[in-house]
């Protein structure tokens, strides 16, 4: 379940019956908090809040290309490339 703060509640039936694991690709719940309830069979409970608040990032980066090279060339040149945002693992 997600919570507006990393205090997370104490009732089972707050949460959704989950797996192991899941999958979050939406932005719905940015800024929330992840909460995790676990149950042994003896009835011992324990709850959990996530560190920080998700943040799912789903906007691309966007480049912006420049050089210094006239409108036509016959060799080499270089191009410039901007992102928008940190870039990881370019190739």
Known sequence: MYNA???CP???SSYVNATTSWTESTTTNNGKY???YVQ???GNYATLASANPINIDISNPIPTLSST????????F??????SKTIYNFT
């Open 5 to 7: 703060t990393a205090s």
């Open 10 to 12: 104490t009732t089972a």
């Open 34 to 36: 992840v909460c995790l």
């Open 40 to 42: 042994d069979v003896a």
């Open 69 to 76: 090279a006239p409108a036509y060339v016959s060799g080499a």
């Open 78 to 83: 270089t191009v410039n490339v901007t992102w």
